[in-house]
C-alpha cells in the first residue's frame, strides 16, 4: 500500500513539474515575441519593467519613449526624477524647455508605499509637456528595481542632454 501511495505521488509530482515546464515555456515565447514585436517597429529595449501579471517594456524610438501601451513625445519632456519610496535621488531637467514653459518637477502625485527597508520601492517620474508619466520599476531585491529604474532614468535623461545640445 505504501508503495502505491509513493508512485502516485512520484507521477503526481512529475505531472506539476511538466506543467510549470510547459508555462515556463509559453512564457518565454510569449516574452520573445513582444521583444521581437517591437524590434520590428524599430523600438530599443531599454527596460523589461515586471508589472502585476508580465513585464512591461520601456522602450525607444527616433521620436518616442513608449512604456507599455503608453507613447511618450520625446521633444515633449520637460524633466526627469527618480525616487526611492517616493524621495527623489536624482533629476534632470531640460534646459530648453524649462525656460520657456514653466516647468516645475513636483512629487505630489507620487504616493509614498512604505514597504520597509527591504523592499525600496524604485520610480522615475517622467514630466513632459503632456502631463506626468510614472514609470514604476518596482520592489525587487538584489537591485533589479535600481538597475531597471536607472536604466530608464539614463535613457530619458540622454535625450535631454541630447535635446539641449540641439540648436534652438
Not at 508589472?51 to 520637460?78: C, M, P, W
Not at 526624477?81 to 502625485?109: D, H
Request: aromatic content about 4%; proline content about 2%; some cysteine.
Amino acid at each position: 500500500m505504501r508503495d502505491v501511495v509513493a508512485a502516485a505521488l512520484a507521477i503526481a509530482l512529475l505531472i506539476v513539474a511538466a506543467s510549470l515546464g510547459t508555462t515556463l515555456q509559453l512564457f518565454r515565447k510569449r516574452r520573445r515575441s513582444a521583444r521581437e514585436s517591437e524590434r520590428t517597429l524599430g523600438r530599443a529595449i531599454v527596460a523589461e519593467i515586471p508589472a502585476e501579471d508580465d513585464l512591461l517594456l520601456f522602450t525607444e524610438d527616433v521620436a518616442q519613449f513608449h512604456y507599455g501601451a503608453r507613447s511618450i513625445d520625446k521633444n515633449r519632456i520637460v524633466a526627469a526624477q527618480i525616487l526611492i519610496n517616493g524621495a527623489v535621488i536624482a533629476a534632470c531637467v531640460s534646459a530648453r524647455r524649462a525656460t520657456g514653459t514653466g516647468a516645475q518637477m513636483t512629487t505630489e502625485a507620487i504616493d509614498d508605499r512604505p514597504e520597509g527597508i527591504a523592499r525600496d520601492r524604485w520610480d522615475v517620474v517622467i514630466d513632459g509637456l503632456d502631463g506626468v508619466v510614472i514609470v514604476e520599476c518596482g520592489a525587487i531585491r538584489e537591485r533589479v528595481s535600481q538597475e531597471l529604474a536607472r536604466a530608464v532614468f539614463d535613457a530619458v535623461k540622454e535625450e535631454l542632454r541630447r535635446q539641449d545640445a540641439l540648436p534652438a
